[in-house]
């Protein structure tokens, strides 16, 4: 019992100084809270120097107005932390495509983009780089400025921001390469630079960026080959490599731990070789343009929830494998040769899945054999189109209920002699 009492005792005699502790430590939070807060506002004001703005629209941000969590594009925490800074333009420079919109965009035949943004008129347009003070913003979680007219490389800082989860530049005119040290973003989960001026190769430091769900690199200058690294990002939704200057072929390590794939898109590359098999383990996959030099797989064939295949732009020699037929989901099938040529159609939720045409020509494949008969009895085909290709045979007799059937294109081949069935 004496013990307890002198317990009791001194906590009597040091209760203030418990007080005075407790009360410093809090003030000293305070204190970090409010500088974190100044130093974001510095860091913003900074980036507003670094550009011009005709629009005005950061014509909020200025030192005048305190709380610049109310400023335009900004989203802060409960302690005036910044935690995301969206601003979308109405167009950009574009990379090496010429002037660049969202509305072009909107346009583009990349199917099922979980990244496609719904385009609305505007002429928000900030041009200039980016400044390295954007690192300040230490509690950034989100750094979105796609369809500006940014240029210059991406600071060495951004690629050291821990907390950052999506970086989207797309639709810039942002050059030079990919670091070859991330730093700090070990909790990215979009990268989007789609449609810049980005150059060199994938380095392999990408690979530390583990919680990656989408990256889109398409539309750039990138060469080299495809890594096989990206296999190991077992998050990874969409991928997104068109139209750059990659070659090679593509790895089978792709489709390691592909489970969560929806939309590899590699297409207008210079690849060669086939599409891996592989690419059978990716059960979740949705979309598929491969095309530039692709064999298929009968593998593909397992893919249930496969709804667009484009394989078109191709030499092929092989076979299209009746083992198609399984994907019960498929409802696209692209062979044709040019990306312009592409019929437009809307699925079922109304939006547009491919690209208007004014131009028919060069629509040329190398296929071998017949159109297997498996592929007319899928219960979603929407469209085949494959004009003028070397296809021998006869056309499949029997096309299934084809409920759902809007465009059928087999003109100008040998399997167009033996006559049309009837549906």
């Not at 974190?36 to 004001?45: F, P, T, V």
């Not at 392999?204 to 398409?218: I, K, P, Y």
């Not at 098999?277 to 593909?300: A, D, H, K, Q, T």
Request: charged share 15%; hydrophobic share 40%; with cysteine.
């Amino acid at each position: 019992m004496g013990r307890c009492s002198s317990v009791i005792k001194w906590y009597h005699l040091h209760k203030p100084l418990q007080v005075f502790l407790l009360v410093w430590v809090f003030s000293l939070a305070h204190a970090d809270v409010v500088l974190g807060a100044d130093s974001d506002k510095s860091a913003l004001l900074q980036l507003k120097s670094s550009v011009s703005d005709p629009s005005g629209v950061l014509a909020s941000w200025n030192s005048s107005n305190s709380d610049q969590c109310s400023w335009f594009g900004v989203t802060c925490d409960s302690n005036s932390r910044v935690l995301a800074l969206n601003i979308t333009g109405g167009g950009g420079g574009g990379g090496n495509s010429g002037s660049f919109s969202c509305a072009k965009y909107a346009q583009f035949p990349l199917f099922g983009s979980e990244i496609r943004r719904t385009c609305v008129s505007s002429n928000v347009k900030l041009v200039g780089v980016l400044p390295p003070e954007i690192a300040k913003l230490t509690e950034l979680k989100v750094l979105s400025l796609p369809f500006n007219d940014l240029s210059g490389e991406i600071p060495i800082e951004i690629w050291g921001m821990e907390k950052l989860e999506v970086l989207d530049l797309e639709g810039n005119s942002v050059t030079g390469s990919l670091p070859s040290h991330f730093g700090g973003l070990r909790n990215l989960r979009v990268l989007n630079l789609g449609f810049n001026e980005i150059s060199r190769e994938i380095p392999h430091s990408l690979s530390d960026c583990m919680s990656l769900q989408v990256l889109n690199l398409a539309g750039n200058q990138l060469n080299g080959s495809i890594p096989g690294f990206l296999g190991g990002f077992r998050d990874l939704r969409g991928l997104y490599l068109s139209f750059n200057r990659l070659n090679g072929s593509v790895s089978n390590e792709i489709g390691d731990n592909c489970g969560k794939l929806e939309h590899p898109q590699l297409s207008g590359n210079f690849l060669v070789g086939g599409i891996p098999s592989s690419f059978g383990n990716c059960c979740g996959l949705r979309s598929l343009l491969l095309y530039s030099n692709m064999v298929i797989p009968v593998e593909l064939g397992q893919l249930k929830k496969l709804e667009v295949l484009d394989i078109s732009r191709n030499s092929l020699s092989g076979s299209i494998p009746p083992e198609l037929g399984n994907c019960s989901k498929l409802s696209v099938i692209v062979l044709l040769n040019l990306l312009d040529s592409l019929p437009k159609v809307t699925n079922s939720e109304g939006n547009s899945s491919l690209g208007q045409s004014s131009s028919t020509n060069d629509e040329f494949n190398y296929f071998e054999g017949a159109i297997p008969e498996e592929i007319m009895k899928l219960p979603e085909l929407r469209v085949i189109w494959a004009p003028r290709a070397t296809l021998e045979g006869k056309l499949p007799s029997i096309w299934g209920v084809c409920d759902n059937l809007q465009m059928v294109n087999f003109a100008d081949h040998r399997a167009m002699d033996q006559g049309i069935p009837s549906m």
